[in-house]
T-cell receptor, first 115, second 114 residues
Framework: DAGVTQSPTHLIKTRGQQVTLRCSPK?????VSWYQQALGQGPQFIFQ???????QRGNFPDRFSGHQFPNYSSELNVNALLLGDSALYLC??????????????FGEGSRLTVL | GENVEQHPSTLSVQEGDSAVIKCTYS??????FPWYKQELGKRPQLIID?????GEKKDQRIAVTLNKTAKHFSLHITETQPEDSAVYFC?????????????FGGGTRVLVKP
C-alpha cells in the first residue's frame, strides 16, 4: 500500500502564475481533503472532495479550485499566485461515512515557493 | 465554524519527564478529537484520537483526556524520549452531515533534552 502520494514535491513559481498539484489517495479511501500549511503554523483546511464534488470549503478565495477524478485522485489548482501562497500543501485522504469523522492520512506534501 | 486554540506553542522537557499539551475548541457538536505528530520535513501522522463518548484513552506512553463540558482536551506524554521531539497538533471537526473537515490548532513544538 503506497499510502497518499503527492506530486510534485517541490516547485517554484512567480507571482501571477498558475499551479496544479496532484494527489493519489490511500487505497480504499474515497475522500480527499487539501490543507495549506504555512511555515510554523497548523494546517488550514482548503476544501474536501467526495464523489467528485466539492463537499466542504474553508476560507480560501476562488483562486483555489480543485477536482476529483473517478479513481478518487485529486488536483488542487491555484491561479494568479501571490507571495502569500508560499506554503506546504498537504493532501489527506480518508474513508468517510456521512457525518462521521475519521482518521486523515496525509501525504508528504508539495512545497510551493512563489517568488 | 470551529475554532481550536492550542497551548503552549513551545515546550522543552528533560528526557524522562512528562509533557502536557492543552487544546480548547468552540463547536459543542464536535465529537472526534485527534492528535497528530509532525517531525521536521515529514507528514503529520495520527498518534491518538478520542471520541466524545469516552473521557480518556491511553496508548503506551501517550494519553488523551477530554472534558466536553469545558470543551477542552489534552495530550499527555509520559517518560519522554528524544524521538518524541516534534510538532504536535490537536484538531477538531466541524461536525456537518455532509462530512467532516478538521480544524487544527497552531501546534506545539516539543523538545526533549537528553
Amino acid at each position: 500500500d503506497a499510502g497518499v502520494t503527492q506530486s510534485p514535491t517541490h516547485l517554484i513559481k512567480t507571482r501571477g502564475q498558475q499551479v496544479t498539484l496532484r494527489c493519489s489517495p490511500k487505497s480504499g479511501h474515497d475522500t480527499v481533503s487539501w490543507y495549506q500549511q504555512a511555515l510554523g503554523q497548523g494546517p488550514q483546511f482548503i476544501f474536501q472532495y467526495y464523489e467528485e464534488e466539492e463537499r466542504q470549503r474553508g476560507n480560501f478565495p476562488d483562486r483555489f479550485s480543485g477536482h476529483q477524478f473517478p479513481n478518487y485522485s485529486s488536483e488542487l489548482n491555484v491561479n494568479a499566485l501571490l507571495l502569500g501562497d508560499s506554503a506546504l500543501y498537504l493532501c489527506a485522504s480518508s474513508f468517510s461515512s456521512a457525518g462521521v469523522a475519521g482518521e486523515l492520512f496525509f501525504g508528504e506534501g508539495s512545497r510551493l515557493t512563489v517568488l | 465554524g470551529e475554532n481550536v486554540e492550542q497551548h503552549p506553542s513551545t515546550l522543552s522537557v528533560q528526557e524522562g519527564d512528562s509533557a502536557v499539551i492543552k487544546c480548547t475548541y468552540s463547536d459543542s457538536a464536535s465529537n472526534y478529537f485527534p492528535w497528530y505528530k509532525q517531525e521536521l520535513g515529514k507528514r503529520p501522522q495520527l498518534i491518538i484520537d478520542i471520541r466524545s463518548n469516552v473521557g480518556e484513552k491511553k496508548d503506551q506512553r501517550i494519553a488523551v483526556t477530554l472534558n466536553k463540558t469545558a470543551k477542552h482536551f489534552s495530550l499527555h506524554i509520559t517518560e519522554t524520549q528524544p524521538e518524541d521531539s516534534a510538532v504536535y497538533f490537536c484538531a477538531a471537526p466541524q461536525n456537518e452531515a455532509a462530512g467532516n473537515k478538521l480544524t487544527f490548532g497552531g501546534g506545539t513544538r516539543v523538545l526533549v533534552k537528553p
